[in-house]
């Protein structure tokens, strides 16, 4: 045990050495389909079953997600496109596996030489194979993530291995939990060139979700980017560029995220991230940057969701997911 405590401090420790320089993979850090962005961003808690929740915090992997599949589909700014696949399936004596895979292409990329002259096109992408697995031990649940996280562009490369640890306390009859995430802890294993200096997007995040009795509303806050509660943050808003005021300050680590429970099969999703609206929004308006709005409906054994989330004033993105129970879908119909 004192072992176990030992190398858990010994992450968290390297989390915090890793927050202080320049991260690289920051693709990993987009939202894990149209439910998630449609909280706001970044969610680490839940007390309902999605299959790709064990994406974004490994403890949410459940054996209620036993043989569901989901892929998720972004069309990005320009030619570039973001896709997950989740998986997760669970085996008598062994628990509850997930494998999951992100992937951002970036489309094919002119390329020039030094004088202006066309010399052709190149590809460049970025891809994330993570397996995970968690365990429950009462009202206590924990669960890791492991990831092989690849970048190319052009003739150049980078991969990294990477970690998720998460903790959490499941209330054993009400919808309540609270989460704790170490996430993308890890270290490169080759980098671009031998003058570049790539490191992980390490964060750590609190989540908390609860859903009060006799109401059709489920709450989500997420603290995130906790490793770095003392950036320098500039309002660009500010006519003199004075820096944000302490509240502002402390909601730039805050996604709120509200799901109205129509029904059973069907859901209506609202988000708020408050860092992306400020960094995001022009002094002469702000639009609804930061703000989400998504949908799900399931129908027999599918759910399909969506989310439109706006990210700039100049324009949305629309996320697609669409999820399945093989369960039933390969379900033998009796005879008898």
């Keep these: 045990m004192k072992k176990l405590a030992f190398v858990f401090l010994l992450w968290i420790q390297a989390g915090f050495l890793f927050a ?60 570039v496109k973001y896709n997950t696949l989740a998986y997760a399936k669970t085996f008598d004596k062994a628990g509850t596996f997930g494998i999951g895979i992100q992937h951002l292409g970036y489309g094919s990329i002119d390329s020039y030489d030094p004088s202006g002259n066309s010399v052709g096109s190149f590809d460049a992408s970025e891809t994330a194979v993570i397996v995970s697995h968690s365990h429950q031990l009462g009202v206590f649940k924990l669960g890791a993530n492991l990831k092989y996280v690849y970048s190319g562009i052009y003739t150049y490369n980078s991969s990294a291995l990477a970690f998720d640890i998460g903790g959490a306390f499941i209330h054993p009859e009400k919808e309540f939990m609270v989460s704790v995430l170490f996430k993308n802890l890890g270290f490169v294993v080759s980098e671009y060139s031998d003058t570049s200096n790539s490191s992980l997007p390490t964060d750590l995040q609190i989540g908390v979700t609860f859903k009060p009795e006799h109401m059709p509303f489920r709450f989500s806050f997420t603290g995130h980017n906790l490793l770095n509660p003392n950036e320098n943050y500039t309002d660009e808003n500010s006519s003199n560029g004075s820096k944000p005021g302490i509240a502002d300050r402390i909601f730039r680590h805050v996604n709120i995220g509200t799901e109205v429970l129509l029904s059973r099969n069907v859901n209506v999703r609202l988000g708020y991230n408050h860092l992306v609206r400020k960094e995001l929004s022009l002094s002469e308006k702000s639009g609804l940057s930061g703000m989400s709005m998504g949908l799900m409906a399931r129908i027999k054994a599918f759910e399909f969701s969506y989310t439109y989330t706006t990210y700039h004033v100049d324009s949305g993105r629309s996320y697609f997911t669409l999820t399945s129970n093989l369960n039933r879908v390969f379900k033998k119909k009796s005879i008898i």
């Design 20 to 79: 202080q320089v320049d991260r690289s993979f920051q693709y990993l850090d987009l939202p894990i389909g149209a439910r998630v962005a449609g909280l706001g961003g970044v969610i680490s808690s839940s007390t309902d079953d999605d299959v790709n929740l064990f994406l974004s915090n490994p403890v949410l992997l459940d054996s209620a997600n036993d043989n569901h599949i989901s892929w998720s589909y972004l069309g990005f700014y320009a030619d």
